[in-house]
């Protein structure tokens, strides 16, 4: 079965194969990383395959075994096979076609999240909380993305900031 597994790992040498062979232990087959640098150390998230016996909790524990720190896990879909660059640029390539509205493509870039739109500004220059993103949607008024698991990492805050500067950018060119 696939499964998304988020865990924070300290940032040193020999941690991360810490946490690998402790899955391993468990016949869990690590298909894809990305790490997510934060404060409180390095964000690993994986996708992997295991056995269908295993829990989610078998796999809490698997992390928590190999020094691993609030672990989130959840299934995962084979379209997650697709590597992280790839997906990017298509989820750009949908927002300079208009194929997709910013919403839309900002939901597919941070996954299952609840993104809503007002009208009014924000007071602040945007930013990020480790459950909500505020971002200036580029036609007027502020989005608000909201997620309460995993938490949000500034990767991810940086990537969203990237996909509204290319909206913004798209939405120069097509206005006369």
């Not at 992280?84 to 509205?101: F, S």
């Not at 608000?144 to 969203?160: D, K």
Request: aromatic share 6%; glycine share 8%.
């Amino acid at each position: 079965m696939l499964w998304r597994i988020r865990a924070t790992v300290d940032d040193r040498p020999g941690f991360l194969s810490v946490l690998t062979a402790s899955l391993a232990l468990r016949q869990v087959n690590i298909l894809s990383v990305q790490v997510h640098t934060t404060e409180s150390g390095a964000v690993d998230d994986f996708l992997v395959d295991a056995p269908d016996s295993l829990t989610r909790d078998d796999l809490a524990d698997a992390v928590r075994r190999g020094r691993g720190r609030d672990p989130w896990i959840a299934p995962a879909h084979a379209r997650g096979l697709i590597d992280e660059p790839t997906r990017v640029l298509a989820l750009a390539t949908k927002v300079l076609e208009g194929a997709a509205t910013l919403e839309e493509s900002l939901s597919l870039l941070l996954g299952d999240c609840d993104i809503s739109w007002r009208a009014e500004t924000s007071t602040g220059a945007g930013g990020f909380t480790a459950t909500g993103m505020q971002l200036r949607d580029p036609a007027g008024g502020t989005l608000y993305v909201g997620r309460a698991e995993p938490s949000f990492t500034p990767a991810e805050y940086a990537r969203a900031q990237a996909l509204v500067e290319l909206a913004r950018v798209a939405s120069r060119r097509t206005t006369p």
